[in-house]
């Protein structure tokens, strides 16, 4: 079994930033995709940074410039630094992540439990 941990959430004023971090452990051979998503108050759950396992990011444009995905392999952990933080950041944001089990195994989807990032004076 994998579990996701994530951490680094919290209450940050407009134009702040913030640090989330989503850490995998168990039995992983590869972490072939990680990902953050967020999920505002009667919205859809959106893709929020996307990274591969060579490091090639993606973002949504409404975090274009502000976001910044990262990945550390050997700590199977990713981050995301959140800078210029507006309200409408303002969501529960989850961290996904593709993993192989095993060398030759498929991949399976695993989620975090979240946490909350609340942007408001």
Same mark, same amino acid.
């Given at each position: 079994?994998?579990?996701? #941990?994530?951490?680094? +959430? ?6 702040? =930033?913030? $640090? ?5 452990? !168990? ?17 859809? $759950?959106?893709?929020?940074?996307? #990274? ?7 973002? #949504?444009?409404?975090?274009? +410039?502000?976001?910044?995905? =990262? ?13 210029? /933080? ?14 192989? /089990?095993?060398?030759? =195994? ?7 439990? !979240? ?7």
């Amino acid at each position: 079994q994998v579990q996701l #941990v994530e951490s680094g +959430g919290g209450l940050v004023q407009p134009g702040g =930033s913030l $640090r989330l971090s989503c850490t995998a452990s !168990g039995t992983i051979f590869k972490i072939n995709y990680m990902g953050w998503y967020r999920q505002a108050p009667g919205k859809q $759950r959106e893709l929020v940074a996307e #990274v591969d396992s060579v490091g090639v990011t993606d973002y #949504v444009d409404s975090v274009k +410039g502000r976001f910044t995905i =990262s990945r550390d392999n050997a700590k199977n952990t990713v981050y995301l630094q959140m800078n210029s /933080l507006k309200p409408e950041d303002t969501a529960v944001y989850y961290c996904q992540a593709n993993v192989q /089990l095993e060398r030759f =195994s498929y991949e399976y989807s695993y989620w975090g439990q !979240g946490t909350q990032v609340t942007v408001s004076s």
